[in-house]
């Protein structure tokens, strides 16, 4: 794993090189020029909402990170995984541990070994391992108790069935629900990949990514049962939450899938039902991320609070240390 040299932002400080400029015109990604007026659309962008949320950057790896991967790796060694080529399964045990250990760095230290668990699984998922036929037979056998088709699958269904041990039951079953989900939505994606957009299905992009997003899964592991036993304190703040995870990831992701042409996400979802072009319409959900940060914070309170402010850094963290979003040349280069 490439590690990035300290980038720290104080709380509540704006960034040197926040730009305030208007929306620029529809580009297309072709020529150095045009790549360049991307990257200074995605700088802007994500400079802008970190000056604008006052959230702290640290790029520097937890005192608990190598205890994290330890344990992760010497659970997944025990896995029976199937046939997932040990390449591809390294990068989701990779991806699983910095998700745990930094973006939830604030968490029990059982709690982030469990993050990563859970992202190894639904990386194998996402990431077409699994072929259709087991997707579809997940939730009954869940349901049912009986052994899932692939063995990954049955490595998912126990750590599933951990949450309870970590989270309140509101909460255990939240992670449940959009688990289940997200194997629906990841089992008919491909069949859906050629349908059109109709202008009049404006509520369909959101739809759909609020159930391939797993946003309910990660605003859930923000508060953990050790520390918040009672739902009532959090509940509130949950679909803002939501929101910041899904559209924060959208926003961070979008230099690096419009590099690779990446077209089947949610910023050109709603680009097609609106008309808008997508540099519009990332700057459109820069605003609707911002306000998730802000009433959130007016809604939290006390530790609740702190939780919340602590994983949105550390959320942040784990997308600059993660190279393939290629976040630190929009931050250190507009530096």
């Avoid at 297309?28 to 200074?40: H, I, P």
């Avoid at 190598?66 to 591809?88: C, L, M, N, S, Y």
């Avoid at 939240?174 to 859906?192: A, G, Q, R, Y």
């Amino acid at each position: 794993m490439n590690t990035l040299s300290d980038l720290t932002l104080p709380l509540g400080k704006p960034m040197a090189n926040t730009v305030t400029a208007p929306p620029p015109s529809p580009i297309e990604v072709q020529g150095s020029s045009n790549e360049e007026a991307l990257l200074d659309l995605a700088r802007q962008v994500v400079n802008d909402l970190l000056a604008r949320t006052g959230i702290p950057i640290t790029v520097t790896l937890p005192a608990q990170y190598a205890v994290v991967e330890e344990r992760v790796r010497a659970t997944v060694a025990t896995w029976d995984v199937g046939d997932i080529p040990t390449a591809r399964l390294e990068r989701y045990i990779v991806s699983g541990i910095q998700l745990g250990a930094v973006g939830y760095a604030h968490t029990a230290l059982e709690t982030q070994v469990l993050i990563g668990l859970y992202t190894v699984c639904g990386l194998s998922v996402d990431d077409g391992e699994c072929d259709a036929g087991a997707l579809a037979e997940f939730a009954i056998r869940l349901q049912t108790g009986r052994p899932q088709l692939l063995p990954i699958l049955d490595r998912f269904a126990e750590v599933l069935a951990q949450m309870p041990d970590f989270f309140n039951v509101y909460l255990a079953t939240t992670v449940l629900t959009d688990s289940l989900n997200f194997v629906n939505s990841t089992l008919f994606e491909k069949d859906l990949e050629g349908m059109q957009m109709r202008p009049a299905a404006g509520q369909y992009p959101q739809y759909k990514r609020a159930r391939n997003g797993l946003g309910e899964v990660f605003a859930a592991y923000i508060w953990d049962k050790f520390s918040f036993p009672d739902v009532s304190t959090i509940i509130q703040a949950l679909p803002d939450a939501i929101i910041f995870l899904i559209h924060g990831n959208d926003i961070l992701s979008f230099y690096k899938e419009e590099l690779g042409g990446d077209t089947k996400n949610f910023i050109h979802d709603r680009a097609r039902v609106t008309g808008k072009d997508t540099h519009t319409v990332v700057r459109e959900l820069l605003e609707d991320v911002v306000a998730s940060v802000h009433s959130a914070r007016a809604i939290l309170e006390g530790e609740e609070r702190e939780a919340w402010e602590r994983f949105m850094a550390g959320y942040i963290s784990f997308h600059l240390v993660t190279p393939r979003y290629k976040l630190a040349s929009l931050i250190e280069g507009g530096a």
